[in-house]
């Protein structure tokens, strides 16, 4: 097997795992930074077109940490999105208030994300793999 072949297998592999780390990494500092929770109000639903997938909605909220207003948009969410006036948990950083996120919501965003991107990146990685092993033999 060429070496050329190897190192584009692994680098394409390698290219869509530092996505994965990288998502993964915010999504865990958000859960290690935002420890505070309170209730939250959608005060109104963003959309915004993406392309052949349709429609995304992005829920903004507003919600009050000792006595401050804060508004934020939460992540991308194509099914139950929430009813402008519902009241919903948001976890906010108690050093930082302005950061937050929806539990449930924006966590199960970063889960996919994280998982899509890391499967695309083992497939060249498992394709050289196997390249490899059958040329051996």
């Not at 915004?48 to 829920?59: A, I, M």
């Amino acid at each position: 097997m060429e070496l050329g072949l190897v190192l584009t297998l692994c680098g394409l592999g390698v290219a869509f795992w530092i996505p994965a780390l990288i998502i993964a990494f915010i999504s865990h500092g958000k859960k290690k930074n935002c420890t505070m929770n309170t209730i939250g109000l959608v005060i109104r639903i963003n959309s915004r077109s993406s392309g052949d997938s349709g429609l995304n909605f992005y829920p903004v909220y507003e919600y009050y940490v000792n006595g401050i207003q804060y508004t934020n948009e939460g992540a991308s969410i194509q099914h139950h999105v929430p009813k402008v006036g519902t009241r919903i948990p948001v976890m906010y950083n108690p050093a930082k208030p302005k950061q937050s996120y929806i539990p449930g919501y924006d966590n199960k965003v970063y889960k996919i994300l994280t998982i899509v991107f890391g499967i695309i990146g083992c497939i060249p990685i498992l394709v050289c793999i196997g390249i490899f092993i059958f040329t051996c033999l």
